[in-house]
């Protein structure tokens, strides 16, 4: 057998005994072809069907037995699970990584929903804090209104409040679309990364604070501007977008999207072209 010659030098990395593996999974989806998106799975999702339908009281569980549960109807192929009696509980619907059609029929309490990939959801009620906190794909809609924090981290997907939301909407976002059909409160967009808010009613002080990148547009009032939010000029392309995404919200189809104002991050903080040491000396 002939020798096979392998590269022998070593990176930095290597040679302090790190990992060097190369990452892969939905969020690295751009290192593949987009047309295999839809090939990659998490290990251990069902396939399910969307026209098998049950419900589910969850009256007298707590919430990681309602959320086992959940888990255990999709593994026998329900696709849509109606939830009735949620009763504010906490936490519920965390961590699925499945296509899924969930109704909660009641309001949820804090962090509802949270890392999720991939369910479609209504919420027929309000929510707590942080719900949806590191959504990564999929859509939530809240009929009602939601807590602060709202969306929190959020890296896809398209997350829907009907009502008015707390403070601090959209903090340390990286992706994905949140609609807010009143409200929001103060610090919304506090250090958002990338992706898009969209609020048709009045908004609190310090807006689109500290923000890095991403897009903030308000059809209301704005209580004052956040350091290194500024205006932008709002373009026809911008304008179709909102329309045909708040179409596809169910909320704002007859608002007049030209009024709107464009909020995006000016790029002048001190620490704004600072990029982050490519390596850690000293490390262990």
């Known amino acids: 057998m002939a020798n096979l010659k392998t590269n022998e030098k070593k990176t930095k990395a290597q040679s302090m005994g790190m990992h060097t ?16 998106a839809e090939n990659f799975y998490y290990f251990g999702t069902y396939d399910v069907d969307f026209n098998k339908r049950t419900d589910l009281d969850v009256k007298e569980m707590s919430a990681p037995e309602a959320n086992k549960e959940i888990d255990n109807l999709m593994s026998q192929g329900y696709g849509t699970i109606v939830i009735k009696n949620p009763q504010g509980k906490h936490s519920l619907g965390v961590g699925i990584l499945n296509k899924l059609n969930l109704i909660f029929e009641g ?19 309000r929510v707590g804090w942080s719900c949806a906190e590191n959504l990564m794909a999929g859509k939530v809609v809240i009929e009602k209104n939601a807590g602060s924090c709202f969306g929190a981290a959020i890296r896809g997907g398209d997350l829907i409040c009907k009502g008015s939301v707390g403070a601090r909407t959209g903090i340390d976002m990286k992706g994905g679309t949140i609609i807010i059909g009143g409200d929001a409160g103060a610090f919304t967009g506090f250090m958002m990364q990338r992706g898009r808010i969209i609020i048709l009613g009045d908004v609190g002080i310090n807006l689109g604070d500290s923000m890095y990148d991403g897009t903030i547009f308000i059809g209301g009032s704005i209580g004052s501007y956040g350091s290194d939010a500024v205006d932008a000029e709002l373009t026809k392309s911008d304008q179709d977008w909102l329309t ?17 104002k464009k909020i995006v991050a000016g790029k002048k903080l001190w620490n704004y072209d600072n990029l982050e040491p490519t390596e850690k000396k000293g490390a262990i």
């Open 107 to 125: 309001s949820l309490g804090y962090f509802g929903m949270g890392s999720c990939d991939g369910p479609t959801v209504r919420i027929n009620g």
């Open 244 to 260: 045909r995404k708040l179409k596809v919200a169910e909320i704002g189809e007859n608002f007049d999207v030209s009024k709107m």
């Open 21 to 36: 593996e190369v990452l892969t999974g939905r969020t690295q989806q751009k290192f593949f072809n987009p047309d295999e």
